[in-house]
């Protein structure tokens, strides 16, 4: 950030996409599947369908998965002869309008799945889905009863299955038995639909020789994300957020900081005032726990996480990096998305997804 930078944002989003595509080339090659996806819902987890989906499309990337309608019209637009699967079920009424956009239903019950096929006969063409089978999630698709119950009937082809799915709960945790019954369950499903092509695998699935199929779908380690917590992070950040200090002030022992008055200064400090909050996607949860870096200092946040802006601690920061317009970090430096998510008690998938769209964006590649 620098006085120079363009009037009218708090902070910077810069989005790497040349680490994207790698992170794509090293999940590919850890996953040993015939063909690895790409997930792009929420945005492509913030980082922009619209960007995010041709960068990995020209990296040889040939299916995508969104999670609802309207992203799969903004995918559709962004790669128009991919494969999309929409992950959250099919609404009723809605065949038309994935049928006139060549989408994929993923289907996870039988009222969805007779849908489908009706609108395959009524056409006179059989359009391709996924059928969803859940092996513990309990959230969508069909039982494991189910499944196997429906592999044979006419009804499969009718809907034009053409790919069978489910999805791990906890594939990230090392050694975790639901992962091994889930892998379990999904392998007599596989034997029960000869032909089909079979997806099991997310980010950290790709780790795990028992969840390998035919096709890898992996999603937040795209975007720089540890599929592998406890361990090195085999992938290259994606994303970083920077914000120009806008005010620097001392304060004497006993004043206060923010809403409040959350926080008292234990001695003489010297604070910045950032102009990015919760609004801009930064939880209030951070507050007394986040951080930012600035002249190569980790300086905490004191008081309260506000809506457009968040104080730092800067006393250990040199001098010489503190000065209006200062860049501070707030994601990258050191501090990764996982980071950034334990600091505010939650996970490095909804900091991701929720950075706001305030910030000018820079796309490098």
């Given at each position: 950030m620098s006085e120079s930078s363009p009037i009218g944002h708090g902070g910077r989003l810069t989005i790497d996409l040349a680490a994207l595509r790698a992170n794509w080339r090293v999940l590919a090659q850890a996953a040993e599947c015939p063909e690895t996806a790409a997930v792009i819902k929420a945005d492509a987890y913030g980082c922009g369908i619209?960007?995010?989906?041709?960068?990995?499309?020209?990296?040889?990337?040939?299916?995508?998965?969104?999670?609802?309608?309207?992203?799969?019209l903004t995918a559709r637009e962004a790669v128009?002869?991919?494969?999309?699967?929409?992950?959250?079920?099919?609404?009723?009424?809605?065949?038309?309008?994935?049928?006139?956009?060549?989408?994929?239903?993923?289907?996870?019950?039988?009222?969805?799945?007779?849908?489908?096929?009706?609108a395959?006969?009524?056409?006179?063409?059989?359009?391709?889905?996924?059928?969803?089978?859940?092996?513990?999630?309990?959230?969508?698709?069909?039982?494991?009863?189910?499944?196997?119950?429906?592999?044979?009937?006419?009804?499969?082809?009718?809907?034009?299955?053409?790919?069978?799915m489910s999805h791990l709960v906890s594939a990230e945790v090392e050694h975790d038995p639901l992962t091994d019954h889930q892998a379990a369950a999904f392998a007599r499903l596989r034997a029960a639909y000869p032909g089909i092509r079979a997806s099991l695998a997310n980010s950290s699935g790709d780790f795990l020789p028992s969840c390998r199929a035919d096709l890898a779908r992996p999603g937040y380690a795209l975007y720089g994300g540890n599929p592998r917590p406890g361990r090195d992070n085999p992938m290259r950040p994606v994303v970083r957020l920077e914000a120009g200090i806008l005010q620097i002030r001392e304060v004497a022992a006993g004043e206060t900081a923010g809403y409040n008055a959350r926080w008292t200064a234990p001695g003489p400090r010297r604070l910045a005032t950032l102009?990015?909050?919760?609004?801009?996607?930064?939880?209030?949860?951070?507050?007394?726990?986040?951080?930012?870096?600035?002249?190569?200092?980790?300086?905490?946040?004191?008081?309260?996480?506000?809506?457009?802006?968040?104080?730092?601690?800067?006393?250990?920061?040199?001098?010489?990096?503190?000065f209006r317009g200062a860049p501070a970090t707030l994601?990258?430096?050191?501090?990764?998305?996982?980071?950034?998510?334990?600091?505010?008690g939650t996970i490095g998938y909804e900091i991701l997804t929720n950075l706001g769209r305030r910030y000018e964006r820079i796309y490098r590649d």
């Open positions: 619209a960007r995010a989906a041709p960068a990995l499309w020209a990296e040889g990337c040939r299916t995508f998965f969104v999670a609802h309608l309207s992203e799969a128009p002869e991919a494969a999309i699967y929409v992950l959250n079920g099919f609404p009723p009424g809605r065949a038309p309008a994935y049928r006139a956009a060549a989408l994929r239903p993923v289907l996870g019950s039988h009222d969805e799945i007779a849908e489908w096929a009706a395959n006969r009524d056409e006179g063409v059989i359009r391709p889905a996924a059928l969803h089978v859940d092996t513990g999630m309990n959230r969508l698709g069909l039982s494991v009863p189910e499944g196997l119950g429906l592999a044979g009937d006419p009804l499969v082809r009718q809907a034009g299955i053409d790919l069978l102009s990015l909050g919760y609004a801009d996607g930064f939880p209030r949860a951070s507050t007394g726990r986040g951080e930012a870096v600035v002249g190569g200092a980790r300086c905490p946040f004191v008081g309260n996480v506000s809506m457009d802006l968040i104080i730092l601690d800067v006393t250990g920061a040199p001098r010489e990096a503190l994601i990258g430096d050191g501090l990764d998305l996982d980071a950034v998510g334990r600091s505010a």
